[in-house]
């Protein structure tokens, strides 16, 4: 990793694990593999961010630890890439036993839960199916109501209007929200939090 830390993917451990890494891999790793609209492709940092907010309008009163489970649901990305769900299927249950191994440790280097309850898991999942129904009708050329029929609409009342990101802003705002959760739910003190840009925030 950039950070200088070497992380073992077959036996990930916690303490090799940093959102610097993670924030900076998943800006730059692009949704649709790459097949979008735009001067940038669509990150997977910008796709958290927005299911993040789609949580949030799914359910106002969520906990901000849960809220940052969602920033994170795609974070093992950083180092293993957005394949598509097909491919997913066809590698078979190695493959996912690897990635949730990578992902337990990432919750727990972070102070949540190795595993998500089951709700939130749905909840996520609702959030994230809402996203690609977006990205799909917005970037992906995609038409609406092969996008419903795939995706299933947005929820009632939220709209998104997304505009590609390039990295480098990508994976700032992925890692000042990563840092404002973090410190809602309790795990970072405010005077320990690094910013993004340089210096204490």
């Given at each position: 990793m950039l950070s200088g830390r070497r992380l073992d993917l077959l036996d990930p451990s916690p303490l090799d694990i940093e959102i610097e890494d993670i924030a900076h891999g998943l800006a730059r790793v692009a949704r649709w593999n790459g097949q979008t609209t735009g001067e940038?492709?669509?990150s997977v940092a910008q796709h958290s961010l927005v299911v993040?907010?789609?949580?949030?309008?799914l359910r106002p009163d969520l906990d901000p630890r849960w809220r940052l489970a969602a920033l994170l649901h795609d974070a093992s990305e950083?180092?293993?890439?957005?394949?598509?769900?097909?491919?997913?299927?066809a590698l078979g249950y190695d493959y996912k036993a690897f990635e949730h191994r990578l992902e337990q440790a990432i919750h727990i280097r972070f102070g949540l839960p190795a595993r998500t309850p089951t709700d939130i898991r749905k909840l996520i999942k609702s959030a994230d199916r809402a996203c690609a129904y977006f990205e799909a009708v917005q970037l992906a050329g995609f038409g609406r109501e092969e996008s419903l029929a795939l995706f299933g609409g947005?929820?009632?009342g939220y709209h998104v209007e997304i505009d590609p990101l390039a990295p480098g802003p990508a994976q700032r705002d992925y890692v000042r929200r990563f840092h404002l959760l973090s410190e809602a739910?309790?795990?970072v003190s405010a005077s320990l939090r690094t910013d993004p840009e340089g210096g204490t925030g």
């Amino acid at each position: 990793m950039l950070s200088g830390r070497r992380l073992d993917l077959l036996d990930p451990s916690p303490l090799d694990i940093e959102i610097e890494d993670i924030a900076h891999g998943l800006a730059r790793v692009a949704r649709w593999n790459g097949q979008t609209t735009g001067e940038h492709a669509f990150s997977v940092a910008q796709h958290s961010l927005v299911v993040e907010e789609i949580c949030g309008h799914l359910r106002p009163d969520l906990d901000p630890r849960w809220r940052l489970a969602a920033l994170l649901h795609d974070a093992s990305e950083y180092v293993i890439g957005d394949m598509i769900s097909p491919f997913k299927a066809a590698l078979g249950y190695d493959y996912k036993a690897f990635e949730h191994r990578l992902e337990q440790a990432i919750h727990i280097r972070f102070g949540l839960p190795a595993r998500t309850p089951t709700d939130i898991r749905k909840l996520i999942k609702s959030a994230d199916r809402a996203c690609a129904y977006f990205e799909a009708v917005q970037l992906a050329g995609f038409g609406r109501e092969e996008s419903l029929a795939l995706f299933g609409g947005p929820p009632d009342g939220y709209h998104v209007e997304i505009d590609p990101l390039a990295p480098g802003p990508a994976q700032r705002d992925y890692v000042r929200r990563f840092h404002l959760l973090s410190e809602a739910a309790g795990f970072v003190s405010a005077s320990l939090r690094t910013d993004p840009e340089g210096g204490t925030g």
